[in-house]
């Protein structure tokens, strides 16, 4: 039968029953998850740890769980979560100086700027091997005030998940992709008549006559949008 928790019971209450030594092993441990939790956030992508740095986040998950349990249960000794605390705190102020002295460290665990626009025309190699999909590149794009891809110069997937939108000057706008809702789902794969026509998949703008079938001599896909911004 269980004994009844004594109130104000120093031992119970800053190391349970466990060994000193233990303490070493925690601090172990939280190495290593700080490791699993930072490898983990790196592979699924900017989009997930958008607003925050990967070892924010990570500090956040990792403080945050540690935190908790101690709250509750009584077998949870404070000096095991506080070890838990400096470990991880060290882990992240040794983390970002690495990255801040390392670039290639730097990119490989925070990623760097990709090209995923430039004039008009989404670059499917650098969309393609980023965790975005076409809808919320538009998305953004829309809420950056773009109507239409023939208005960007260039839009740039940042290392933290935002989306920099660089815009053509007025001059230079040229016919594209019309990324509003109504618009861009009015697709065409047999063009009926001749015009200015932008590829839904990767925003080429090409003049096509009549033709059933037509494919985009960029990325080979045939579904198309009347362009917008035609004079």
């Known amino acids: 039968m269980k004994e009844p928790v004594v109130a104000f019971d120093w031992q119970r209450i800053f190391l349970h ?51 908790g349990d101690p709250m509750f249960y009584d077998d949870v000794p404070l000096l095991v979560v506080i070890v838990v605390f400096v470990v991880m705190m060290s882990c992240y102020k040794l983390a970002t100086r690495i990255s801040d002295k390392n670039k290639k460290i730097r990119v490989a665990l925070e990623g760097k700027p990709v090209y995923v626009i430039e004039n008009g025309c989404i670059d499917k190699q650098n969309f393609d091997e980023e965790d975005l999909g076409l809808d919320e590149l538009f998305a953004e794009l829309r809420l950056s005030g773009v109507e239409q891809l023939g208005q960007v110069r260039v839009a740039i997937l940042e290392p933290h998940g935002e989306l920099s939108v660089f815009l ?12 509003l809702p109504k618009l861009l789902n009015q697709t065409f794969e047999d063009i009926q008549e001749a015009g200015l026509y932008a590829c839904r998949n990767c925003g080429n703008v090409t003049k096509l006559e009549p033709q059933p079938h037509a494919c985009c001599k960029r990325c080979d896909h045939n579904c198309w949008v009347k362009a917008q911004g035609q004079s």
Do not use: C, H, N
Not at 38 to 61: C, D, M, N, P, T
Not at 168 to 179: A, C, N, T
């Open 17 to 67: 029953d466990f060994p000193g030594l233990y303490l070493l092993e925690v601090a172990l441990r939280t190495f290593i998850m700080f490791l699993v939790i930072l490898l983990a956030l790196r592979v699924s992508g900017k989009r997930e740890v958008k607003q925050l740095s990967v070892y924010e986040l990570v500090l956040v998950i990792g403080l945050g769980s540690a935190a």
């Open 168 to 179: 053509q000057e007025d001059k230079d706008v040229k016919p594209g992709l019309p990324i």
